[in-house]
């Protein structure tokens, strides 16, 4: 009984560690070093493989606001808590069919919005920015970096807006057209992709449209990042509001 015991005792250790390196990966503890292959075929890739998870934990990091919470990237619905400095409590962001409806605590009801997010987030629109992606034109890899623990490598792309919006599906097109605010010229943006071809992070310009985006003192570009920090979690049915129009 104990040769058969020690027997096993392998394969139990093996499939402990699979399962813990499963839920390791899950919360964005990867550290596999980023994914592999050609540039190209990594970016190409990447959008898609990240819609498909399904949905995931999210956080915003814009020059104005901040926001976190859980989305579904497929049918760009969500719930969100957002912050801002000078604001007392945080607000409320459901987002339902890729529109906003945001709600301040003190307020009586939601507010629709012509966006999934409201302008302090503008440029972190968890939905668009991963379509966005798909206008690459142009790719340079600046190495290894680490996105709330997960392994990654960050890719500075060149973004054509014609190419982003004929590339992503149908059905997506709206939202990103609206972000791109009929804008024409090409324009950088920063992606960080996983070994499993998920994106982590995106980084976006604030304001799409200067042919120069505007930068701070310190000669960085303003930018939204989203943060994409676990995917596959539970997210809760977010039917819109019926609010009056913003």
């Not at 890729?98 to 009586?108: L, P, R």
């Not at 060149?158 to 609206?178: K, M």
């Not at 449209?209 to 977010?238: E, K, M, N």
Request: a negative charge; glycine letters at 10%.
């Amino acid at each position: 009984m104990n040769g058969t015991a020690e027997y096993f005792r392998p394969f139990r250790v093996a499939a402990i560690l699979v399962l813990f390196l499963l839920v390791v990966a899950a919360c964005g503890g990867d550290k596999s070093g980023g994914p592999t292959g050609a540039p190209e075929d990594v970016v190409t890739r990447a959008p898609d493989v990240t819609l498909g998870a399904g949905t995931a934990r999210i956080k915003i990091n814009s020059p104005s606001a901040t926001a976190s919470g859980v989305v579904d990237l497929r049918n760009e619905s969500g719930r969100l808590s957002v912050s801002a400095p000078g604001v007392p409590k945080p607000a409320v962001l459901l987002i339902s069919g890729g529109t906003g409806y945001v709600k301040q605590v003190t307020d009586a009801g939601f507010v629709r919005l012509d966006a999934a997010v409201p302008e302090v987030l503008r440029g972190g629109d968890p939905f668009a920015d991963i379509d966005l992606v798909r206008g690459t034109v142009h790719i340079l890899s600046d190495g290894g970096n680490e996105v709330d623990g997960a392994s990654t490598l960050r890719y500075t792309l060149t973004i054509d807006p014609q190419q982003a919006v004929s590339t992503t599906p149908p059905a997506r097109q709206a939202e990103l057209r609206a972000v791109l605010e009929n804008r024409t010229a090409l324009f950088p943006i920063d992606v960080w992709i996983d070994s499993t071809l998920h994106i982590r992070r995106v980084q976006v310009p604030t304001d799409l449209i200067p042919t120069t985006p505007p930068t701070r003192v310190d000669r960085l570009p303003v930018a939204s990042d989203v943060d994409y920090l676990a995917f596959g979690v539970p997210v809760g049915p977010t039917p819109a509001p019926s609010p009056a129009r913003a």
